[in-house]
């Protein structure tokens, strides 16, 4: 248990669905990521929230939409996704400041699009 | 930009023999690296860090890190595996953005232990 938690773990969607992704922190940490998993490929940031506030936006499409309306919760709304977009959503979280403290990962949400 | 070179993709081992798992980086300034673990159907778990101090770092359940500037590498080694250190194992180094430090990470090197 990272302190970390994301819901649904599992989720299958087709193209014209709309689905959100949640993640929750119980850390008191103040930026917050979602990163996607594929297979056979480096963690690619998709998206980071410092103080709720977006500070990097990874190139990711539009049809996934973050959200973080506090320090502690962050969403990924998704709308008319693909079937290359199946993938695992991971969130994370730290305490940022000059010093380079490492992410918690919550275990993450399994999507497939069908 | 930085970036993170994990060398193999896949290493098998015996129960009980040693391992390393080895990582190369990129970086023309100060060096902030990770080693992180992922079990199956979980998310990524810290294992080691290197922030600066001692170039050898100890981890968690026996893994070790040697920070090697002259080389730019960061190895991960444990003297004598279990079966439950079968997972993924990603090498990553910390650079400083805008209000946040961005993780690059490896491509992930699979480390399969068999009885």
């Known amino acids: 248990e990272t302190g970390v938690t994301q819901t649904p773990r599992h989720l299958v969607m087709g193209m014209t669905n709309k689905k959100s992704l949640k993640c929750e922190q119980h850390?008191?940490?103040?930026?917050m990521y979602w990163y996607k998993q594929s297979a056979k490929k480096p963690l690619e940031l998709m998206f980071v929230?410092?103080?709720?506030?977006?500070?990097e936006n990874n190139s990711v499409p539009s049809r996934f939409s973050p959200e973080c309306p506090n320090s502690s919760h962050l969403f990924l709304h998704l709308h008319t996704l693909q079937p290359e977009d199946s993938a695992l959503y991971l969130c994370?979280?730290?305490?940022?400041?000059?010093?380079?403290?490492?992410?918690?990962f919550g275990p993450g949400t399994r999507l497939t699009v069908l | 930009a930085q970036s993170v070179t994990q060398l193999d993709s896949q290493v098998p081992v015996f129960e009980e023999a040693p391992v390393e798992l080895r990582c190369n980086y990129s970086?023309?300034?100060?060096?902030?690296l990770f080693w992180y673990v992922q079990y199956p159907n979980q998310g990524l778990q810290l294992l080691l860090k290197?922030?600066?101090?001692?170039?050898l770092v100890k981890g968690i359940n026996g893994f070790e890190a040697e920070f090697n500037k002259s080389q730019t590498s960061f190895h991960l080694r444990k003297p004598s595996v279990h079966i439950s250190d079968t997972a993924e194992y990603f090498c990553a180094v910390s650079e400083s953005r805008r209000g946040y430090n961005k993780l690059i990470f490896g491509a992930g090197t699979r480390l399969a232990v068999h009885p």
């Open positions: 929230y410092n103080f709720k506030e977006q500070t």
């Open positions: 850390l008191g940490h103040n930026a």
């Open positions: 290197y922030l600066s101090g001692s170039t």
């Open positions: 994370a979280s730290s305490q940022d400041s000059k010093e380079h403290n490492e992410q918690f």
């Open positions: 970086s023309s300034v100060s060096v902030y």
